[in-house]
């Protein structure tokens, strides 16, 4: 840790800057951490990867040797002039200043799947804890032609990610994470793997993309919605819950629903399975 936490320290001192707390800014300074999410990405000289928030460019150095092409997408300006300092003599890497929810990752794949011998593409990223949900949601929903994605992300919010759908750690995009991946826990990190330390400690997970789904539902939309009118009041009856939500006739509809699909009438959401979920987003259509 202390040959990465100088030369963090170093990066700092020659740009004089600080960590954006808006940002939700916190240097990794582990070498085995960034060792095992480099390791747990397996990167070959084929691959395209996209790094979200590279930040100083700790994981990028890292990254950069071992990738066919990395694109950097970082928000903060300062940032983007230490990646581009740090980075000059290398030509396989593409820097991006922008928000990556705005960023179009499909077209970027696509162009460089097009104009170069990358054949895979994959996500790695450190991501700031308040903004990780709707970063995650949006790779996941966007269906890039990705294989993987490695973050680095609050534990809590990591053990809500690859929780098992049913399990008293899972929410709402617990669902959504089964639904288009497999996801694996690689590593527990420190709050002391950081400087400047977060309150809370960090976990890597990685999310495989699903090659064929073995969930089937016609409208994707509704499932989720169904989902997340389920979480929303978790501690009421599933048919409680689900009678606020404009998308069934009456409570008795959604009881009656409920007896056929053999789903307890008295269930909360927080209980059902991800293929329970599929039935009922299915029960309306198919009648």
């Given amino acids: 840790m202390q040959n990465l936490y ?5 990066i700092l001192e020659k740009y004089n800057i600080k960590a954006n707390k808006s940002l939700g800014q916190n240097f990794l300074i582990d070498e085995e951490t960034v060792n095992s999410i480099v390791d747990a990405a397996n990167i070959s000289g084929q691959d395209l990867i996209i790094e979200i928030g ?7 150095q890292r990254i950069i040797e071992k990738a066919g092409k990395v694109i950097c997408i970082e928000l903060d300006s300062r ?3 230490i990646l ?7 030509d396989n890497i593409k820097i991006i200043h922008e928000d990556v929810l705005k960023v179009n990752l499909n077209e970027l794949i696509e162009k460089e799947k097009e104009n170069t011998n990358i054949t895979c593409a994959k996500i790695v990223a450190n991501l700031p804890y308040y903004i990780t949900t709707p970063i995650v949601m949006k790779l996941l929903e966007d269906k890039l032609d990705i294989e993987s994605i490695t973050i680095m992300i609050q534990k809590e919010v990591a053990q809500r990610l690859i929780a098992e759908p049913g399990d008293s750690l899972s929410g709402a995009i617990t669902y959504g994470i089964h639904y288009y991946t497999e996801p694996e826990f690689v590593t527990e990190v420190s709050r002391n793997s950081f400087i400047p330390a977060p309150e809370v400690d960090s976990e890597v997970i990685k999310l495989n993309i699903k090659k064929k789904q073995d969930i089937l539902v016609e409208n994707e939309g509704r499932l989720f919605k169904i989902i997340k009118l389920a979480f929303m009041q978790r501690r009421k009856t599933l048919i409680n819950a689900l009678s606020n939500g404009n998308i069934f006739e009456s409570k008795e509809q959604i009881e009656n629903m409920l007896k056929e699909l053999g789903i307890d009438t008295k269930i909360r959401g927080e209980k059902l399975t991800l293929e329970q979920f599929a039935q009922i987003a299915n029960y309306k259509i198919n009648k």
């Fill in 84 to 90: 581009e300092e740090r980075f000059a003599l290398y």
């Fill in 79 to 81: 940032m983007i002039d």
């Fill in 6 to 10: 100088k030369e963090t320290k170093f």
């Fill in 54 to 60: 590279p930040g100083l460019g700790t994981l990028t």
